[in-house]
Structures are given as structure tokens and as C-alpha cells.
């Protein structure tokens, strides 16, 4: 459960925009898209590995490219 503390005479516009931003923070979204089809995890392991070679390539040691 999350819980939002209004301070002051805060607008209901600026306490949904903390509550918006606090449940993206959750990752439940993120989580439940993932949830919704099944990948194997040798499938998942191939697309972290891909994933870590591009991140060192774009943000790594700028001697080795």
C-alpha cells in the first residue's frame, strides 16, 4: 500500500503526481507485463548478456572500443 503525505494545502494535482511517480518506483507494472508470457530462462540469460555487452560498449572503459 502506498501512502502519500499532503503537506500544507497541496493541490490533489501535485499529490497524484507523487503517488504516479512513487507506483512507477514499484516496478508492479513492469512486473506484471513480465508475468503476463513466459520466457525461458536461457532466454532471459542470453538477453542479459546482450544487454551487458551493449552497456560496455556505450558506457565502458573508452580504451577497449
Known amino acids: 500500500m502506498l501512502?502519500?503525505?499532503i503537506e500544507g494545502?497541496?493541490?490533489l494535482e501535485k499529490a497524484l503526481k507523487k503517488y504516479k511517480r512513487k507506483f512507477d518506483k514499484t516496478?508492479?507494472?513492469r512486473e506484471?507485463?513480465?508475468r503476463k508470457?513466459?520466457?525461458k530462462k536461457s532466454v532471459k540469460n542470453r538477453e542479459q548478456k546482450k544487454k551487458a555487452i551493449y552497456v560496455q560498449q556505450k558506457f565502458g572503459d573508452p580504451e577497449n572500443n
Do not use: P
Open 37 to 39: 508470457q513466459f520466457t
Open 27 to 29: 516496478k508492479v507494472v
Open 3 to 5: 501512502i502519500i503525505k
Open 32 to 34: 506484471l507485463r513480465d
Open 9 to 11: 494545502r497541496e493541490t
